[in-house]
């Protein structure tokens, strides 16, 4: 039960104007901090759902796990191994253990390589040896339930759900230990969306690789996730394991947004809390409680203190003054 | 076993579809709707056949004086009549359309070579680079050609290498700027991110998933350009400035024509309706084939 990914205190920040006009206007932080220390683990073959509105920095995060956005501060451990800080180059090898499915199933995909190309890509450019790639594109292809008469395909000639698997089967050719999915479903119908969800799942008790899955759509999360966290302006609200988060929520963001999930039972009584107001401005944070402008709980203390974590039991922390009662 | 058999059918797709089935054939009919197309393109492979063929379907040589009467018109022997030297234009149109053809391509090669690697550096490389280079690159094009032509003659001396090195010069900014934008509109575009995030090295993600992308519209405009590289050789040469006589060319056809149009107009009417058979043709050829290609109405291009 070693964790494999273990996140501390991240922060990826984002330069908003040019260090000569900064000074020139008097700015004193050009900055915006788009990821603001963020702390979580992942352990081998687990599944972990990061969850959050569009511009609340989960993509952030996985793009600076994969080292395409530099680390501001904290520390990244991957397998032991301090990550945070390499250059794009020292990262060399690490690719071959971590990968990530790309939010765009076709956008994803070089235009004019071949599905066996595209597939086969990872072992080019790790300079794999001694294994035949006709044969590991048939392998990965027959994988992921794409027959190999798809390997001469192009990516136009591909549907989304193809595509898509096209996408798993690159980011599992090189066995790694951890694929970083960011919105696994999005763009695909629901049907093709449960097909890849189960795919997915099939795949991770073969192989037991682990899986960070970003994603705004609930569903997804509470189908294949052990644990969830929620992100609200760049923070961790709440996480904890799924069935926890679900059931007993305790931020009041979380229960907003679990209560703004369509509800398949149609005879199950259901609240709809409405939230109100937009996601501020990550250039002008609220003061106390960043959830303060919006929260149907909001006291005063919320408006000038930050609330700290709190540790509910081992696994589920929230950052509330007023955590929601059972 | 059953691998086994996967591979051989992936090996058979391979061979039977590179491409998208009929996708040639399907070019083919789109040009064919095209009738400015179709007259391009059959303009093009004339001039193009003439300058490959020259040698042999000269009917004379076109370099040997007095093998007519001097300045005769059109004949039966000489169809396009004689010069003031007595040798043959039709002769000297023929053999000018092999150093048009030559310039042309010598320079538009060298051209979209260097701009398509200037335009890839500016648009993949750091912010300063890139705002060096298109410095650079409009400095170039604010001089006007032909007098930039006149400075590089008086440097380097008339001749063939130097009309070819003035055109490619002026030429590769252009090229440079439209591969730049291709460019910069495919760094952030996801599969390069995805590229990275495998760990592909800068050459590895620009050689084979940015390159095949950013040369299509390049090859369009060079099409278009080659006329413009023409007219410019046949102007450098007309001003003395290009191609030595007695070399023949369509610019000193026309100006050894220029000198004696009060005696017979012949040699002017044959030196310049072959540039204006090659600006056509390759116009009407460059602009269907945009419109086939457009990767705004054909994405998948």
């Known amino acids: ?119 086969t890509e990872p072992f080019r450019i790790h300079g794999v040896k001694g294994r035949d790639l006709d044969e590991e594109a048939s392998r990965l292809l027959t994988m992921v339930g794409l027959g190999p008469d798809f390997a001469s395909r192009f990516p136009h000639q591909l549907s989304g759900g193809q595509a898509r698997r096209v996408g798993v089967a690159r980011a599992l050719a090189l066995d790694p230990k951890l ?26 008790r073969r192989l037991g690789v682990a899986i960070l899955v970003i994603t705004h759509n609930l569903n997804v999360v509470r189908h294949i996730t052990d644990r969830m966290a929620i992100m609200y302006l760049g923070r961790f ?52 409680c960043e959830f303060h402008t919006r929260c149907l709980y909001a006291q005063d203390d919320c408006r000038r203190v930050a609330p700290g974590v709190t540790r509910e039991s081992e696994t589920h922390r929230y950052t509330c003054h007023h955590p929601l009662s059972e | 076993m059953a691998a086994s058999e996967e591979n051989v059918s992936i090996a058979d797709h391979a061979k039977r579809t590179r491409r998208e089935p009929g996708a040639l054939r399907q070019y083919a009919t789109q040009l064919a709707g095209n009738p400015l197309g179709i007259v391009g393109l059959v303009l093009v492979v004339l001039i193009i056949g003439c300058a490959i063929l020259s040698p042999w379907i000269v009917p004379y040589d076109p370099t040997q004086i007095f093998v007519g009467p001097r300045l005769g018109g059109p004949s039966w022997a000489h ?25 042309a391509v010598a320079t538009l090669g060298t051209a979209l070579t260097i701009g398509l690697l200037l335009g890839l550096i500016a648009g993949y490389g750091p912010q300063w680079l890139d705002n060096i280079l298109l410095l650079l690159f409009d400095a170039v094009r604010s001089f006007p050609v032909i007098v930039f032509g006149l400075a590089l003659v008086t440097l ?79 102007g450098l040469s007309f001003l003395g400035m290009g191609v030595r006589p007695p070399t023949p060319s369509w610019g000193t056809i026309l100006n050894d024509g220029y000198g004696v149009i009060r005696n017979s107009p012949w040699p002017v009417i044959s030196g310049s309706v072959p540039i204006v058979i090659v600006t056509l043709g390759f116009t009407f ?10 990767p705004k109405l054909r994405r998948d291009l």
């Open chain 1, 1 to 119: 039960m070693s964790a494999l990914l273990e996140v501390e205190d991240l922060r990826v920040r984002f330069r908003t104007i040019g260090s000569l006009r900064a000074r020139i206007r008097g700015v004193e932080d050009p900055f915006i901090d788009a990821v603001c220390g963020v702390s979580f683990s992942i352990r081998e073959g687990e599944t972990l759902g990061l969850v959050g509105e569009s511009g609340s920095g989960k993509s952030t995060i996985a793009r600076a796990l994969i080292g395409l956005n530099p680390v501001a501060d904290g520390s990244i451990r991957f397998d032991g191994r301090e990550i945070a800080g390499l250059g794009e180059r020292q990262y060399g090898a690490l690719r071959r253990e971590m990968s990530m499915m790309w939010q765009d199933p076709v956008g994803s995909l070089s235009p004019r390589l071949t599905v066996r190309s595209l597939v």
């Open chain 1, 179 to 204: 694929v970083i999915a960011d919105e696994p479903t999005a763009g695909l119908d629901v049907s093709v969306q449960a097909e890849v969800l189960n795919l997915l799942g099939d795949l991770q």
């Open chain 2, 156 to 234: 380097l001396g008339p001749s063939l290498q130097t009309v070819i090195l003035v055109v490619a010069i002026t030429s590769v900014p252009i090229y440079a700027r439209i591969a730049r934008t291709q460019t910069q509109s495919l760094r952030n575009a996801e599969y390069i991110q995805a590229e990275r995030a495998m760990g592909a090295g800068t050459m590895r993600t620009l050689a084979i998933h940015i390159l095949p992308n950013v040369i299509g519209p390049l090859l369009i405009l060079v099409s278009m350009d080659v006329p413009l590289v023409i007219a410019t050789e046949a």
């Open chain 2, 285 to 294: 050829l460059g602009e269907a084939l945009r419109d086939i290609f457009d």
């Open chain 1, 237 to 288: 609200v709440e996480q904890g394991p799924t069935e926890d988060v679900f059931f007993h929520p305790r931020h009041p963001y979380t229960e907003a947004l679990l209560s703004a999930n369509p509800e398949p039972d149609p005879d199950a009584a259901k609240e709809r809390i409405e939230i109100s107001g937009e996601v501020p401005s990550l250039l002008d944070r609220p003061k106390g």
């Open chain 2, 79 to 103: 169809w396009l009549g004689t010069d003031q030297l007595g040798r043959d234009t039709l002769s000297r149109v023929i053999a000018g359309s092999r150093i048009a053809m030559l310039v």
